[in-house]
Nanobody, 123 residues
Framework: VQLPAFGGGLVQAGGSLRLSCAASGRTFSSYTMGWFRQAPGKEREFVAA???????RYADSVKGRVTISRDNAKNTVYLQMNSQKPEDAAVYYC??????????????????WGHGTQVTVSS
């Protein structure tokens, strides 16, 4: 099972970035998919989640600036990030939860994790 995240990079404050995670190894169309992030010296934290039917949940810190979406035919989940702030800088991780309908914000709910992608925000 692979959940590689792509699309990270350097973005100016106020700018936008789109992350993607193309799952392979199994079909994740029935899974809840989540994005998490971890900044240096901080714990990994929840960013957003989307169920197989498209219901979404966001952390308060990103609500209104971030949109999670998925393309089940491509086994891919996206994270569109707008109005980036310096505090958004982190390594972003894609994760999968096999429990249908759950949109958990806790790491323990997600069985599968991918390697992260670095997002750097310049002020």
């Amino acid at each position: 099972v692979q959940l590689p995240a792509f699309g990270g990079g350097l973005v100016q404050a106020g700018g936008s970035l789109r992350l993607s995670c193309a799952a392979s190894g199994r079909t994740f169309s029935s899974y809840t998919m989540g994005w998490f992030r971890q900044a240096p010296g901080k714990e990994r934290e929840f960013v957003a989640a989307i169920t197989r039917s498209g219901s979404t949940r966001y952390a308060d810190s990103v609500k209104g600036r971030v949109t999670i979406s998925r393309d089940n035919a491509k086994n891919t989940v996206y994270l569109q990030m707008n109005s980036q702030k310096p505090e958004d800088a982190a390594v972003y991780y894609c994760a999968a939860d096999s429990s249908p309908g759950r949109m958990g914000s806790l790491l323990k709910f997600y069985e599968y994790w991918g390697h992260g992608t670095q997002v750097t925000v310049s002020s």
